[in-house]
């Protein structure tokens, strides 16, 4: 059976007022990420991959310890780009608070310490790829950042928040300018709500 | 004249181990930024030459600048730290420089000629042939990257291969799509009309030094 795309959580416009204008999230969710579905949906057609339950599964097996498989890219967009729309919100941004906002101070010495590390995060992966907020092996927050559509999950850990740096995700709106588009990623679109719910399924276990 | 022969041959030396810096600037593009119209907009070659190439000429020159006092203090670590600054900037300011030179006003467009048309034909059979090989080799990059038609010294012919975000590519003969989003998500697209202002006449002086025809 092949796989479908979750709707955004919000319209089209909601990100509008935060920066992230209707124009993006038209090619974004419906052009980039809808091309990454379809094109998966071919290529995992009559396969073994095609009878697996979800997308994620696809992704772990296509990742293959290292060696990623062809279905890789695609089926790992596809779940970095569900996992960006619901790290965003329309009443969005602002500072974490709760047990997710403890861990930043204990594990990462503090928000603002916590921004700097996710903005250079963001910055400094060349090309493609994207910035992660994710809980360790040993359960402790870490920043990180990934090439092309890699992620953490693949390497063990549970992201709770994420960033897309490749280009699509801001040329509309602010062209070259990254620093930018990260800076009001960060001040105004985060859902801590949705970062916090992630943090404590993350670390109930 | 032999004097200042010798004299310019240290200053080199010299003003390395003074920690002094490799620096590159940003070359001027061979025409104006309206020029690749209708093919390649004008807002487009801007944005990609005073902003994107003159970022990884900023990003070279900086993490040369810093590579060179490393050097001078002897910390390899260090050295070592700011190789992927360099390959990234420092492959992008090639590239790029290469990547001007390989376009042309579509007015000026010429099929290639001479000894690289005939190598067109021996490899590819036709130019048909080598620009569906290419745009499917150059529509298959993740992420970022180039696409490239280059010739391999080694096996004395034509080949297409990719590279990976700003890594550089050694052999000569360059033909280069970078894919921007003057046809936003539509790659394919890009694909199709880029070839419109390709510079077959540079890729065809590249091709003779290359095989020293």
Redesign the interface.
Known sequence: MPFTLPPLPYALDALKAKGMSKTTLEFHFGKHHTAYLNNLNGQIAGKELESLGSVEEVMLKSWNGGQPTPEFNNAAQVVNHTFFWESMSPSGGGKPSGKVAEAIDKDLGGYDKFVEAFKAAGATQFGSGWAWLSVNGQGKLEVSKTPNAENPWVHGATPILTMDVWEHAYYLDVQNRRPDFISNFVSNLIDWQRVEQRYLAATSK | MLRSLATRRLAAPLLQARGMATQVKLPDLPYDYSALEPVINAEIME?HHK??HQ?YVNGVNKALEQYAEAEHQGDVGKMIGLQ?AIK?NGGGHINHSMFWKMLCPPKEYEDPSGALEQAIEADFGALDGLVSKFNAAAGGV????WGWLAYSPESKKLVITTT???DPLQPTAGLVPLLG?DY??DRPAYLKEVWKVVNWAEAGRRFKEATGA
Do not use: E, V
């Not at chain 2, 993740?142 to 990257?145: E, I, K, L, T, V």
């Open positions: 944005l902003k994107h970022a992927g990234f993740q992420g970022s990257g990976p975000n700003q989003i936003k998500n």
